[in-house]
């Protein structure tokens, strides 16, 4: 028996789950076994319902309806919502894309942007690893004198600023291409030993590289998350992309658990002081935001 109707367009939807960006339609017919006629009559049913946008190259990428229908199926239900005010007074005054990301999957979940990107690369991604997010790598094991994540959180992504504060023990635009511009390790929770260090500087465990200042040392990026907890921020200079720099603080639940990270993105050169007082304001403003929601929601 042939795949339904249903299965096709099922089936062309997933063929974006690990996409880079955008896909034209014949990556979609090859990624899905459809025929190129039938691939096409499935993609102009799901632009016409906003699954799909058609980009002006002819590519196309996740719509809006999509990312609303997944902001409602993660775990921290309205957290967009609440956050949106926050956000945008956030890149008023630092003139930066302002964001909100969650763990999903391994990586770092953009809610307004809809980017799915490496943890440990971005700095909303080490803040959610601080907090004990886990990524596609597994934990970043701690180093002496860190604190550990929280029991029953998961570990930031590495790569982004957001990462960063998570794997310290913080609470929890189109896309680009990664670099322009726009395991021996210890138990989780638990000091990695001068032997798990020394084999988490051996090749075949480092982490991935996306630009020539990315951090790929798992012991470096381990030193950086603590730093996360300690300071309740994150930061990423030009470790996805090339002339972008990033701040990331945690969004915290009642109980002060991190489980989600406010960002903004700017350009290199942007003055730092200006960035993180802004991001921590904004990460605050929704933390208080959030709770307010889920408050009056209960009543």
């Known amino acids: 028996m042939g795949q339904s109707v249903a299965g096709r367009v099922l089936s062309v939807l997933d063929a974006f789950a690990d996409a880079p960006g ?18 096409l009559r499935m993609v102009r049913e799901l632009v016409a319902w906003g699954g799909l946008e058609r980009a002006s190259d002819g590519s196309y ?11 409602a199926a993660l775990c921290p239900r309205g957290l967009l919502a609440a956050a949106l005010p926050s956000l945008r007074a956030l890149a008023a005054r630092t003139g930066g894309h302002a964001d ?21 690369a971005t700095a909303a991604g080490k803040v959610l690893l601080a907090a004990g997010a886990k990524g596609a790598f597994g934990t970043v094991p701690t ?19 957001s990462g960063a504060a998570a794997t310290l023990g913080m609470a929890p635009p189109a896309a680009a291409t990664p670099g322009t511009a726009s395991t021996a390790a210890a138990a989780p929770g638990a000091p990695a030993t001068p ?105």
């Open 143 to 161: 180093v002496p004198g860190t604190i550990p994540p929280a029991p029953g959180t998961a570990p930031p992504a590495p790569g982004t600023a």
């Open 22 to 39: 955008t896909l034209r339609l014949t990556d979609v017919a090859r990624r899905t076994g459809l025929p190129l006629p039938t691939a």
């Open 195 to 299: 032997s798990a260090l020394s084999a988490l500087s051996a090749p075949a465990t480092l982490l991935p590289r996306y630009t020539p200042r990315t951090v790929t040392s798992p012991a470096r990026l381990a030193a950086q998350l603590a730093r996360v907890r300690e300071d309740g921020i994150a930061a990423a200079h030009e470790e996805y992309r090339l002339g972008e720099l990033a701040y990331a603080a945690p969004v915290v639940d009642a109980t002060g658990t991190p489980f989600a990270a406010v960002s903004v993105t700017a350009r290199t050169g942007t003055p730092h002081a200006r960035l993180t007082a802004a991001v921590r304001t904004a990460a605050a403003a929704t933390s208080a935001a959030y709770a307010a929601a889920l408050a009056a929601e209960a009543r």
């Open 61 to 71: 990428r996740l719509g809006t309806r999509m990312r609303v229908l997944g902001e």
């Open 100 to 120: 909100v990301a969650v763990e999903s999957g391994g990586v770092a979940l953009f809610l307004v942007s809809g980017e799915k990107l490496p943890l440990g």
